[in-house]
C-alpha cells in the first residue's frame, strides 16, 4: 500500500464542517486504510494503491452522501508531493517564515493569465508563481493582509486548495517523506 495525500478544498471555512474524527471513520468505511489527520484543516493521510483520480470522485460523492457537503478533494501521491515540495520557488522565504508561503494545488489546472492576474493584485512584495499544476504564493506580510488572498478565488486561478509551507512539510512527514 501506498501513502495517499487527499486535500479537502474549503473545510472548516466559513461554516463548513465535518468533524476529523468523522472524516477518518468515513475513510475507513470506503476501505482506505491507517486514516490520519492533520489538524482540523481538511487534511487526510492514507493508504492505498487506488489511483487518486479514483480517491477523488470517491471522496467527493462520500462527502455528499455522508455529510451533505460539496467538496473538492485534491489527492497526491507521496512522489507528486515531493515535487510540490521539490518545485518550491521561494525556497528561502519558506525557511525562514514557512507561514507566509502558500502552495496551491489545482484540481484541474491553472487558468489562463491566472499568474499574470493574482501579479497585478500583489502589494508589498507579494510574488506567485506557477510551476506545473501548483501555484505558490509569498506573503511577506501575512495572507490575511494580502489583497491577493482576498481576491484571487477559484474564477480567477482555478480549482485549487492552498496549504502554508509548514502545513506542506507536515502533511510530507505524515506520508513518509
Known amino acids: 500500500m501506498s501513502q495517499r ?11 463548513v464542517r465535518a468533524p476529523v474524527g468523522e472524516q477518518r471513520a468515513m475513510a475507513e468505511a470506503m476501505g482506505l486504510k491507517n486514516p490520519r489527520t492533520l489538524q482540523a484543516s481538511g487534511n487526510l493521510v492514507v493508504e492505498s494503491d487506488r489511483e487518486p ?8 460523492a462520500e462527502m455528499k452522501r455522508r455529510f451533505d457537503l460539496a467538496i473538492s478533494a485534491m489527492v497526491r501521491t507521496p512522489d507528486q508531493w515531493g515535487a510540490v515540495i521539490g518545485a518550491n ?4 522565504e519558506a ?29 508589498g512584495g507579494e510574488r506567485v508563481e506557477a510551476v506545473g499544476e501548483v501555484l505558490y504564493f509569498w506573503f511577506p506580510n501575512g495572507q490575511a493582509q494580502s489583497a491577493v488572498f482576498k481576491k484571487a478565488g477559484a474564477r480567477m486561478l482555478g480549482m485549487g486548495t492552498g496549504r502554508n509551507w509548514s502545513t506542506v512539510l507536515k502533511l510530507a512527514e505524515m506520508a513518509g517523506l
Do not use: C, Q, S, Y
Not at 495525500?5 to 461554516?15: D, K, P, V
Not at 483520480?53 to 467527493?60: K, L, M, Q, Y
Not at 520557488?89 to 528561502?92: A, L
Not at 514557512?98 to 499568474?115: C, E, Q, R
Open 89 to 92: 520557488p521561494f525556497v528561502e
Open 5 to 15: 495525500i487527499i486535500l479537502f478544498r474549503g473545510m472548516n471555512t466559513g461554516g
Open 95 to 123: 525557511a525562514a517564515h514557512p507561514a507566509k508561503v502558500l502552495a496551491m494545488v489545482m484540481k484541474a489546472g491553472i487558468k489562463d493569465g491566472a499568474v499574470e492576474a493574482a501579479g497585478a493584485l500583489a502589494k
Open 53 to 60: 483520480g479514483d480517491i477523488e470522485t470517491a471522496v467527493e
